[in-house]
Every structure is written in C-alpha cells, then in structure tokens.
C-alpha cells in the first residue's frame, strides 16, 4: 500500500508520470491526487487485486469504481483479445467490446477469422507478443493442440457460472481446456395440436412405448385425421444426414453411457449394442410417415414443409429449424429420440457445440483477470447477454436470459429437470463422408426390402464401417 499521506513532491511526480496519457486521464490522476492530498489519504488501492491474481485463480470481480489512474498507464487493470470463431456475431462483439471498455475502462480488442480459416489465423496470432487472451478450442483434436495454452478454467469465476457441464473439454490430466458458450440441439420436432386432433396428449409421449403407440395410432388413422404421424425421412443427400449422423447418435451415445465415460477421442471400433434401439426409432419414422419407405431413396420430398403445413405430427430435425417452423407452428416443441432403452425416460436432446472458450494460459495474469472478468459479464450482465442470445440461441449458465429459440428452451428445460444430455458423439465418426456413404447404401437397400438379411447388413455397415474407416485414416 502506498503511504497514507503524500507530499506536494510525490504529487508533482504523480502528474508528470500521466503528462502523456491522454487529456481524460491527466484530469481524473490530477484530481484524485489533489483530493488524497487534502483528504491525507491513500489513492484508492494499488492494483492488489491484479497483483495477488494468478493463472490459477483469477478473480472474479472488476471494481472500475476503485481502480487506480495509473492503472491506464502500466496496464495492471489487463487487457481483452478475443479471437472469435464466429463471424455472424462480429457485429455484435465489437458493440460489447466498446460498451464494456466504456464501462471499466478495460481494454477489448475482437478479432473475427475469416470462416474457414480460424485455425490458421490462431496459430498465426500465437506466435505474436500480444498474442489472444480468449480463443475457442472446440474439439479433442483442438484440446490435443492447445491445451499447452490454455488455462485450467476449474475453480474460475467463469465455471461457476455455469449450469451444465456437459459442453466442456478437458485434457486427459483433468484440465478444464475450455467451456462452451453456446449450443444447438437436435432429436423430435412436435405439433402438439395435432397430438391432441388425434386425442392424445403430449403426456403420452416419455418413451420410446408412449411414442410408438401415439404414431402408430395416427398413421392408422392418416385418412381420418387429414395428416401422418412423421414426415417423410427421404435418404438423399439433403436429408439422410438426419438418420446417418444425427439418429445414429443414440448408438454412440448409448456406448458411452454404458461405458461409464464420455469419448475424448475417436474410438478404433463400436459395440453395436444399441443397433435394436436404432432400428426402433428408425423403423417407426419409414413405417408411419407420408412417404412410402420404398421411395424414400430418390428423395424429392420436403420434410419441412409437410410438417409446417400440418401434414405430419412428428418432424426429427435441430434447432436451427425453429425459426421456420414457428411461422406455422408457433407452439412447437421438441422431445428426445425414444428408442427403448431402459430409464430413457430421464433423457434429454443431443446437444452440442463446438464454440468453446479457452482463456490463454501464456497471458499475464492481469490479462486473464481481465479476460475472465469480461466471460462473466457476457453471461451474467442482462444486457449483454441479451445481445449473446439473441445471436447464439442458447447459453449453458445460470444467469443467461431465455432464448427466443423454443428448441433451445426445450432442452435447458430438460436439463433442469435432471435429464441427461446426449452429447454430440456423432462427430467422432470416422472419415465421415465414405462412413456415412456405405450406411446410405445399406439403409436404401433395408427401406426397399425390411428382411432381416437386408437389416444386418445395416449392422454391418454401421458397426464393421466403423472400424474399416478408422483404420482407414490411422492405418
């Protein structure tokens, strides 16, 4: 602490020393000091609160009210480079960067790569003395690059914020690499007023059992009703990725559960295991939908116009369709892939994300204070994270506003509940495009012909493609 009273000397030198910072700052040291002098106080603190944070324990509060004016001057206060992976928010980061320094007087500078090209620019920016304090590391492959660079974010202001922690990435010691901010959903888009034209009721529906008797009954009667239970499950490029990544899901996920841990990288091979509970769901979307399952091959039919248009109960899509949807069908919901598998009635919506922040390990510890200060103010201050919201859908802390994306709200309501997430496994899969070609092919082959001969070679496909195509790109 400096000494409770100053000489007109140490005063002098207190001016000269902000003489060249601009004319703003001149007058508030000016004053500050003029009043300490007259008061025989001490200036308001001295930066304890930068000098005693460290990598490991940044703190969590930003008191502008109580900074120190030579704070602007040797950069105690820190500083913010936010590296951003997501150019349609850019716009609205730099307004946030502009209000928040407005606020605090902290420095935030965003940078936006280029989409396509934020790894590059990240390795880029790295080697640079004023390198990125807050960077997105998405992935295992990311969390195996960077982790040497990024700062255990366990214990942080920022992780208490949250309500979940099924969007962070850890490294194989336990480090918390980096958390997601942000995250889509995908599983069973819903009318619910159809539910109730066919005299059901959405209280019906808690399992795999309760959906199969409802669609079933709806399909029965689709002449009656004037619509089908789903909409057609077409398995042509623009469409069969809902069944060959995203419903393929429920296997790889399943795997996991039974395991006992969630993948942190690609495995050489799958169970097949829950191949019964995939063909569940999936036999119920071809069997009771608008569309013969013979022509579903050809595609052609728009899946989403036929649930807008109140043709069909039931559409399995993401998050990203709500916008649409709502038009039409403004109380849409979205329920979890029911498939038979014991206890499901306690699962939630596939959700997951690859925007993740990771606070820079290599930073001063006054820049990850002042980076970590600024995390908590994006998820906690309600008009910035408004603005988030608005932009990212959904974010997974407990003093983020609602979204407008009713999807999104469907499965933080789940969560809430104490249901579980079924995360994005999906994106392990190997060599992706030749994987998911040979399923294609299976699946059209089964559509055409449901024998059994037909279905194990969709077995086949599914869990011996797995391994062909791992070992295919790690030899």
């Not at 030749?434 to 699946?443: I, N, P």
Request: hydrophobic fraction near 40%; charge should be negative.
């Amino acid at each position: 602490m400096r000494s409770s009273r100053m000489s007109d000397a140490f005063g002098q030198i207190l001016i000269e020393k902000v003489i060249n910072v601009k004319k703003e700052t001149i007058k508030r040291a000016a004053a500050v000091a003029l009043a300490a002098m007259m008061a025989g106080t001490a200036l308001a603190g001295c930066g304890e609160s930068s000098s005693n944070a460290t990598s490991d324990s940044p703190s969590s509060k930003t008191d502008s009210s109580a900074a120190d004016p030579l704070a602007d001057v040797d950069g105690s206060k820190g500083k913010v480079y936010w590296l951003n992976f997501k150019p349609e928010i850019d716009e609205t980061l730099q307004t946030l960067a502009k209000d928040y320094t407005a606020k605090t007087g902290v420095e935030v500078k965003v940078v936006t790569a280029a989409s396509g090209s934020y790894f590059d620019t990240l390795t880029a920016e790295m080697t640079k003395p004023d390198a990125p304090t807050l960077f997105v590391i998405g992935n295992q492959q990311g969390v195996k690059d960077w982790k040497d660079y990024a700062l255990d974010l366990k214990g942080t202001a920022i992780e208490a914020e949250l309500n979940t922690d099924a969007y962070n990435l850890y490294d194989e010691s336990g480090k918390l690499v980096s958390m997601g901010y942000c995250y889509e959903c995908y599983g069973i888009i819903v009318n619910p007023d159809l539910i109730e034209q066919a005299g059901h009721k959405m209280d019906e529906i808690k399992n795999f059992e309760g959906l199969k008797a409802v669609a079933e009954d709806i399909h029965a009667r689709a002449g009656e009703l004037g619509f089908d239970a789903f909409s057609s499950s077409d398995m042509d490029d623009s469409s069969s990725w809902r069944f060959t990544g995203h419903m393929a899901n429920l296997e790889y996920f399943y795997e996991e559960k039974e395991a006992g841990a969630t993948w942190t990288e690609c495995p050489a091979s799958l169970t097949g295991n829950y191949m019964d509970n995939y063909k569940n769901l999936f036999d119920l979307c071809i069997n009771n939908s608008l569309t013969d399952p013979k022509d579903l091959a050809a595609g052609g039919h728009n899946a989403e116009n036929e649930f807008k248009e109140g043709k069909a109960a039931f559409f399995v899509n993401g998050s990203w369709e709500y916008a649409a949807v709502s038009e039409t069908v403004p109380n849409a919901t979205m329920i979890p892939y029911y498939c038979g598998v014991e206890g499901e009635e306690k699962a939630g919506l596939n959700c997951g994300t690859e925007n993740c922040w990771a606070v820079n390990a290599k930073a001063s510890a006054e820049d990850q204070k002042a980076t970590i200060d600024f995390m908590v103010w994006l998820v906690s201050d309600p008009d910035a994270n408004k603005a988030m919201v608005e932009q990212l859908g959904i974010m997974p802390y407990k003093n983020a506003v609602a979204s407008t994306n009713g999807f999104l709200n469907d499965a933080a309501k789940y969560t809430a509940d104490g249901c579980y997430v079924m995360d994005w496994a999906t994106n392990y899969q190997p060599n992706v495009d030749e994987y998911r070609k040979v399923l294609v092919s299976a699946l059209n082959a089964y559509c055409a012909d449901q024998s059994d001969a037909n279905w194990a070679a969709v077995k086949t496909a599914f869990v011996d493609g797995w391994a062909v195509q791992y070992a295919a790109i790690n030899g």
